[in-house]
């Protein structure tokens, strides 16, 4: 089956440790995507690429690096630099990021608690 | 610059009730797109529909039925006959077309037996 696959679901760290979260998609998706959720909040974009080795910044990308190596393939890592990385990480996909014309598909997220 | 408002934030039904969730944006563009996501408590989103800003047909989809209107900028979600599986956090969003969504902060559904 197609889909995103984020490992893993549960993700314990310790404050001043840089941590990675993967997000792999067998989709054949160009655009991939990274969002941060807090509770009681919306969806916030951290970094997207629309191509291989080719990213921006989203709205809250302070703390956080992306990379793109692979077209399956967008790990993120949250950096000691981010100062409340505890939150619930959702990656997503889409066919292409023509602004719309194409719907995100999300994976199952990981959720990220530093102590 | 682009906002979603999801002015309900929890809303409590029982069973077989209908429900409206409401979403409102704010754009200068005229092309754009307006989404519909669930999330249920397992934390995956998952989509339901897609609309752009040149189609104000309704959309209906067995229970859930959709109503768009330009007018007061509004892209509302109904379910019909409510069900505990429809308990979920759902999100609407919106996409002007530089590939970024921006998304409300969610209505929590809760649908009891």
Redesign the interface.
Same mark, same amino acid.
């Given at each position: 089956d197609g889909g995103i696959t984020q490992s893993p679901k549960y993700l314990f760290r310790k404050e001043g440790q840089n941590v990675t979260l993967s997000c792999e998609q067998n989709l054949n998706h160009d655009?991939m995507?990274w969002y941060r959720q807090d509770p009681? #909040? !919306?969806?916030?974009?951290i970094y997207?690429s #629309?191509i291989v080795n080719d990213f921006q910044k989203?709205d809250i990308a302070e703390g956080y690096s992306v990379s793109r190596e692979k077209k399956e393939s967008f790990p993120l890592t949250v950096t000691s630099a981010q100062k409340n990385p505890t939150a619930?990480y959702?990656c997503?996909s889409s066919a292409e990021?023509? !602004?719309?014309?194409y719907? #995100?598909?999300?994976?199952?997220?990981t959720?990220l608690t530093v102590t | 610059a682009q906002k &979603?408002t999801q002015a309900q934030?929890e809303i409590s039904v029982v069973e077989k009730e209908d429900v409206t969730l409401d979403c409102v944006y704010e754009t200068r563009d005229t092309t754009?797109?307006l989404?519909w996501?669930k999330q249920p408590p397992?934390?995956?989103? &998952?989509?339901l529909i897609?609309r752009?800003s040149f189609d104000e047909q309704n959309e209906i989809s067995g229970r859930y039925s959709w109503n768009f209107q330009k007018s007061t900028s509004s892209f509302n979600f109904t379910i019909t006959a409510s069900q505990v599986v429809d308990s979920a956090v759902y999100?609407c969003a919106f996409?002007?077309?530089?590939?970024?969504?921006t998304?409300?902060?969610?209505t929590m559904l809760l649908v009891s037996p």
């Open positions: 655009a995507y009681g #909040q !919306g969806l916030r974009l997207y #629309q989203g619930f959702l997503a990021s023509t !602004g719309g014309r719907e #995100q598909y999300f994976g199952p997220g959720r | &979603v934030t754009y797109y989404f996501y397992s934390g995956e989103l &998952v989509f897609r752009n999100f996409d002007s077309g530089y590939s970024t969504l998304f409300g902060k969610g």
